[in-house]
C-alpha cells in the first residue's frame, strides 16, 4: 500500500522525541505530527502544547485506533515495543520503532510476524545508516579503498555515568526487564546494526558479560568475538565503569590496503589510512534533528518513492547477535 501523506502518531513522547526524531516529522515534505502519547497526560499535554502538534492522549489504544493516524512511532523504553507494534500491525498502520528493537530477538520476530501477518512494514530508528560520516565509511568499504577486508574492532569504554548509583531505580537502560541488558544493549546495538549494514550480515558471536562494579544489576562489560556472512571477522569490548583517562570511542575497519576508524558517538569524523598515502580525516556536520535522515526514508518507503534502510529483519540481526553475546554471564 502506499500513502499519499504520513500522519504521525507517536506512542511516549520522552526525551528522544524533543530533538532527535519527532521534530523532524513536520521538516520533511508529505509528512506531519498529529498526535501523540504519554501514560502521563499532563506531561502528554505539555509536549503536544509545546510542539504544536493537534491531539494528545494519555492511552496508546486511542492513538493507535485515531483514524487520522496512519502510521505510528513507537518512543517507548523497550520493554513495550513489541506489545505496541504487534497493536499497530492489527491496526493495519505502519510501524517505526525505536532501538534496541524489542527485549530480545524472540520479542522481534513476534513483531516480524505480527507485520507480515498484517502486510505493513516496519522500521527500526538504526539512524546511523543515514548520517553522513557513516555512509562515507560505507562508501570507503564499497569503493575498495582499504582492499580486502580482514577484521573491525570496536572499544567503547566510559567513566560511569553521573545519574547512575547503587538507588537509582529510574533509569530504565540499566535495567534488563525493561531494556533487555544494560548500556551495552543500548549503545552497542547502534555500533553492531551499522557494521551489520556496511560488512554485511553478522551471523555469529560469542562473549562474555559481567557486572563488576555493582551499581546496576545489568551487565557493565562485555567482551566479544563475532564473525560476518563474508568471513571477516570482529572483536569487541565494552566497558561503562572506567576512569576518565581510559574513556575510548573507536571502531576500526582493517583492510589489505589501509585501514577506517570512527567514532560511535563522537566527533563525526572518519579516519582513513592507506599504505604509502598520507593519513586523512573527513569531517561530516551532523543535522540538528538526527533521525530526519533515517525519517525521510520511511516517509519514501511508504510513499512508494525509496526504500529505508533499517527494516524490523535487519534490527532483529542485532538482537541475536548481543544476545549470544552476553548469554555466557560470569
Known sequence: MKYNSINWGIIGVGDVCEVKSAPAMNLIEHSRLVAVM??????????????????????????INDPEVNAIYIATPPGSHAEYAIKAAQAGKPVY????????HAECMKMIEACKKASIPLFVAYY?????????VKEIIDQGMIGT??????VLTKPVAPDIVASNEDNWRVDPDIAGGGYFYDL?????????YVLGPIVGARGYATNQAGHYIAEDIVTAVFHFENGVLGTGSWCFTASAPSDCDVTTIVGSNGQVSYASFGKPEVILEINGKTRE?????????????????????????????????SAARTNFIMESIVKNTI
Open 38 to 63: 504519554r501514560r502521563n497526560g499532563e506531561k502528554a499535554r505539555d509536549y503536544a502544547q509545546r510542539h504544536q502538534v493537534p491531539k494528545w492522549y494519555d492511552n496508546a489504544d486511542k492513538l
Open 128 to 136: 546511523r545508516r543515514t548520517l553522513p560520516h557513516f555512509l562515507k
Open 97 to 104: 520503532v525505536e532501538k534496541p528493537m524489542a527485549r530480545d
Open 188 to 196: 552497542a546495538s547502534h555500533q553492531l546494526d551499522f557494521l551489520d
Open 281 to 313: 580525516v573527513f569531517s561530516f556536520a551532523v543535522p540538528a534533528h538526527v533521525q530526519q535522515p533515517l525519517i525521510q526514508t520511511v516517509v519514501d518507503d511508504l510513499r512508494g518513492h525509496g526504500l529505508c534502510p533499517s527494516t524490523g529483519e
Open 149 to 154: 577486508i580482514r577484521m573491525v574492532n570496536v
